[in-house]
């Protein structure tokens, strides 16, 4: 059989134009996947938490796999705590699987307030609302404070939710080059006059696939020059990089401010499920109104605001940002001395560049063979020249584990035949 390249792209649009026609169309491209035994647009389902060691089931071979994990986003291993577990449980029993409601009617809870003061202290901000995943908290900041009058600018590598809820406000939207300040600047010099409505530039403060942070002291400069507000998407920063997990601004030494909106998740580094806003009373006070994915969507349930709670206690109590740190800087130096191509990442996200798409299916199969998890990434969420292996860091991994994730990755990159530097 032809080697089959998985195509995110093709069935976008189906030949004849019609609804079904694309859905018939990926029905065959399924079948292909499925042929080919990939694991990408259907999963080998886990079955035990998510931890440094998983368990699976191999759907094509019908039975069970044990492999080290390195695509999770759960950076600091909280998925499995025994703490938040138990943290949870003693608030299910007292206050139910469910809040019951969306939160302007009746599902705001006791914990919910609770943790929305914990995120506060965590990013030094006034206020912050919860909301029911970091995509709902992106879409709801965006499409909650601009609309057809105001311009947006956004990094080119800005996460997917940011730019859906730029499409539901109507604003206008112009993207400058990744961490490119003179782009931003030429873009905000050009545009202020036209906005008097005004203008929000986003960013995110770790890149979910380059795994680098945003140079947000110049960024802020600029900003601020042209009287913009800026905001800044923490999914990956989080619990990740700064004091005790304090986010990008903490990383930078930068403290609240008016003009800046934090938005972020709690379902990467801090283990559970759920996304927040951080910003000033007045800002937060205005979208827990208008905001319509909080507005329309049922609140977090209390158990899930007790694990956060429980999961950010640890962050403070424990040295585990700090292991995620020094794994983080391990395998990366072990990779940049293999000669692999990782970017310029500084964070748990590093990126191993492979520049094939079919090469990237096909090696983050055979990685899964040899024992670990690591997701490929291909066009268009990346240019075809930069497709790569996406390896996600644990603060829970071993040293052993680093060390074999590499000696697998210079296996395969050798078997086909792609050239390290």
Known sequence: MEDYRISLTANRKSKDGSIMGKVLDFKEEMIKHENSSYNVYKKNPFITACDRQVRYIDRHESKEQNAIMFGSNSYLGLCNSEYVINKSIECIKELGVGSGGVPLLTGTTIVQNELERSISSLTGFEDSILFTSGYCANLGMV??????????????????????????????????????????????????????????????????????????????????????????????????????????????????????????????ALGVVGGYISASQEIIDYLRVY?????????????????????????????????????????????????????????????????????????????????????????PAVPANLSRLRISVMATHTKSDLDMLVSILINLFNKYDIQRL
């Open 143 to 268: 499409s909650g404070l601009l609309g057809p009058e105001n311009l947006i600018v956004h990094d080119k590598l800005n996460h997917a939710s940011l730019i859906d809820g730029t499409i539901l406000s109507g604003a206008k939207m112009l993207r400058f080059k990744h961490n490119d300040l003179t782009h931003l600047e030429k873009i905000l010099k050009e545009n202020t006059s036209k906005y008097p409505g005004g203008i929000l530039v986003v960013t995110d403060g770790v890149f979910s696939m380059d795994g680098d942070i945003a140079d947000i002291p110049a960024i802020l400069n600029i900003v601020r020059r042209y009287k913009c507000l800026l905001a800044i998407d923490e999914a990956h920063a989080t619990g990740v990089i700064g004091e005790n997990g304090g986010g990008t601004l903490s990383y930078f030494n930068i403290g609240y401010s008016k003009d800046i909106i934090l938005t972020g998740c709690l379902s990467k």
């Open 291 to 379: 905001a319509r994915s909080n507005m329309f969507s049922t609140s977090l349930p209390p158990g899930d605001c007790a694990s956060v709670l429980a999961s950010l206690e640890l962050i403070r109590s424990t040295d585990i940002v700090k292991r995620l740190f020094f794994n983080s800087n391990y395998l990366r130096e072990k990779l940049k001395d293999n000669g692999f191509e990782i970017l310029n990442s500084k964070t748990a996200i590093i990126p191993v560049i492979i520049g094939d798409d079919l090469k990237a299916s096909l090696i983050s199969k055979d990685a899964l063979d040899l024992g670990v998890v690591v997701n490929p990434i291909f066009t």
